[in-house]
């Protein structure tokens, strides 16, 4: 004990071990994620990992491409108390499933006819279990940081936040970025977020076996009870060289609080915002000198560091802006304060050139939606009710807790939506609880300010998880999104995910052909695709139409696009299908290509 105080001193005043990552797996084999009790170097806590450490491998996939994963649940039976026998809306801890958070594809099941289940979240793996996923991304998927933690209702906090988490990165197609952006060196930065305070508060009401002393461990040792790691280490080095854009790919693998960031120390280092939630953003890169992550947000920013003298250090530090009074219990609204990663700046060969300024050529289900007018049918309230630990939809909708949740068959949805058509929801609860949606990401078309923390987050942009902290209670959030090309189940939820096991999630049900976009996209962007990424040639640069129509009509077109979504049974039960529907839609875009030339 003694010595991992004085570890722990030493560690406070040196700089910490040196940054590792992930193993990277191929987006062209099964990947198998076995889940089982590991041990973690901070205070050798045993927890819930996957392949035995924590994160869990750093999966890639292309647009178009299929992740096909086994999950091997090792997880104790012994461990997996009903929530009967606890009492409480935490139980299952044993049982777990697999959710791709931030990917744009179906959220269907076996139940729906798929050979394996997409991103369903309502599999229940149990212990001793194993079972296959195939998850088919549709050939115009935006490239972006994005990742996975298990989804299992009334465990997945401590699931996620216990350490089964890891990184998902759909690659960039060749040609897409401008060779600046391009040509950065990557950084896979995790930042799980383990309030072990919290934690084993749920441990002990899910009686779930591990963690069940975690906090109380810790504070015997003097060591932290809440803290981040960044790719599973404790305040770690990151060594950078000077004169180069590096590209952290930052998530932040958390189940409450928020991280500002800010860059502290000898280095003086400038940060430019290129994505957020795995979607470029459109005035990159944009200035900023404080990084926002929100409980499950990714962000993508272009870094550069220089000293004046070299070799260097600087500090990444999380500090509050502002500390929310504590609405729900300790920690759940407020900002994680303390170091975060240690940078180590040695002197680079280049120099870091001006990044210049780029718009990414947008897939059709993430054209700008601010100037559309949008049915009057088609809008609606959405709030975040963390008092009933609600999701409401138009002022209607039950909390899913134990008693009130028995199956996702027999729950009644809060509406239904038309797939391929646009939609807009007013949202108010942000302030407190960070709204994920599934399937679907969203465009802020409104705000009570343009913009939030120093123009991290403004009017315009995509997320799929959004907490603006400096909103007053009763203050909404305009939000819109398409319902591009898949039926089933959008989830909605709080990502502050003890609330969500507590009953704060619901879903829309999406109706209709599945494969159905909105044929609305190309009369605000005619530049939008709809197949795989073809880097535009000179030759084709005349056809962006300055005489395209502006006037977007949102009504649904079933057969605009019959082959769009390849995440149906037909196509992802035979790969090949796949391919014979992505040749077609080439033909079919060089005949559009041609047809506008
Ligand atoms: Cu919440």
Redesign the pocket.
Known sequence: MGSLLIGAVLAGLTHGAELTYPSESSSSSMVTLTLDSVTIPYNNIVTRGYNGGVPGPTLRVSPGGTLSVSIVNNLLESNNKDCDTTGEHFCYAATSNFHTHGLHVSSKGTSDGLTYPSDDVTVEIAPGATQQFSIVLPDYHMPGTHWYHPHMHHATAIQAAGGLLGMIVVDDPSDYLPSDYSSMEEKILIFSGHNWETLQSIAGKAQSGLLETVADDLSTAGLETNVVFVNGQFQPTMSLESGKWYRFRNLFAAIEQNLIMTESGDATCTFKLLAKDGIYIDDMPRDITQIYMFPGGRSDVAVTCTCTTYPCTGTIDSAAARRLPPADGPGETDTYVGTVLNLAISQGSGTAANLPSATMTKPCYLVDLQSVSVDSGKTGALT?D?GSRSVKWNGVGESMTHANFHSWDAWTPLTTFEVGSVYEMTVTGVN??PLHTHVNPFQITQMPASSYYEDFVKVGDWHDTLQLSDLGGSDSVTVRQQTDAFTGKEVIH?H?LE?EDEG?MNFISISGTEGTTWSGAEGIDSTCYRTSYVSASPASSPAASPAASPAASPAASPAASPAAAPADATSQADTGNVQTVSASMMALLLLTTLCRL
């Open positions: 975040l963390g407190g609880h709080c502050i609330h704060m």
